[in-house]
């Protein structure tokens, strides 16, 4: 499903180059649950931005349903962005002056008819969040955030979920109850990345990769 061909990313600082990503290649099969875990600086969220079309590499490819997405214009890297991947972060990245069911709906649009306005609430209604609708993110607990962000980044039926540190900020019950719907997503046949420091991915995953230096330290089937 995706490919990346001798990736690199180099960031230049006033203090010189520094290369977050050193000729990484990896494939991350269909319905494949992947978790990607390695010591801050690593290259971890670099590495996930760049498979989301979000993050140009410095140099090689990464290659999605058999196409180079850095070599398509930034309108189809936009289009497939919405059609094929949903992130969640570990900030959640709500929007505060809008409520629940309007940032569900911020990849499609706000409006009272928007036909995307059913599916939202089914989704709400499915991470126990029906009674939230219309409540601000500040009167949100953390979990509710995350399943906030869940729900938007599950609202367009994507191919892929790219899930960075989406536990980082929640306690032992909410990370494992966040963890068990990008489960549940993967298994309807769905795939998953998930960037994290935890352990509570690993159940889930087919495969658990290592990070260090901006390179692929190990790799390893899970199951």
Same mark, same amino acid.
């Not at 995706?2 to 180099?10: A, C, D, G, Q, T």
């Not at 990245?93 to 309007?102: C, D, K």
């Not at 980082?168 to 990008?182: C, S, V």
């Given at each position: 499903m995706?490919?990346?061909?001798?990736?690199?990313?180099?960031y230049r600082t006033r203090r010189g180059n520094v290369k977050a990503l050193d000729e990484v290649s990896l494939h991350i099969k269909e319905n494949e649950f992947a978790v990607v875990?390695?010591?801050s600086g690593s290259g971890k969220t670099t590495l996930l931005l760049s498979i989301g079309g979000m993050l140009r590499p410095t140099e090689g490819k990464v290659i999605a349903n058999g196409r180079?997405?850095?070599?398509?214009?930034k309108q =189809?890297?936009?289009k497939f962005r919405a059609e094929n991947i949903g992130f969640i972060f570990q900030l959640f990245?709500?929007?505060?002056?809008?409520?629940?069911?309007?940032n569900v709906l911020l990849p499609v649009g706000v409006g009272k008819n928007w036909p995307?306005?059913?599916?939202?609430?089914?989704l709400l209604e499915r991470l126990?969040?029906? =009674?939230?609708?219309?409540?601000?993110?500040?009167?949100?607990?953390?979990?509710?955030?995350q399943r906030t962000a869940i729900a938007r980044a599950l609202l367009n039926q994507p191919r892929i979920i790219l899930a960075d540190e989406p536990t980082?900020?929640?306690?032992? =019950?909410?990370?494992?109850?966040?963890?068990?719907?990008?489960s549940e997503f993967h298994r309807g046949g769905g795939t998953v990345i998930v960037v994290t420091h935890g352990m509570v991915a690993d159940q889930y995953a087919d495969r658990i990769i290592y990070l260090r230096d901006g390179q692929i330290e190990k790799s390893f089937e899970n199951k």
């Open positions: 995706v490919r990346l061909e001798k990736v690199s990313k180099i875990r390695g010591p180079d997405i850095y070599a398509t214009s =189809e890297r936009a990245h709500l929007v505060p002056y809008l409520n629940i069911i309007e995307g306005r059913t599916d939202a609430r089914k126990n969040l029906s =009674e939230r609708d219309y409540h601000k993110p500040s009167e949100l607990s953390a979990g509710e955030k980082g900020n929640l306690d032992p =019950e909410n990370a494992g109850q966040i963890i068990g719907y990008l």
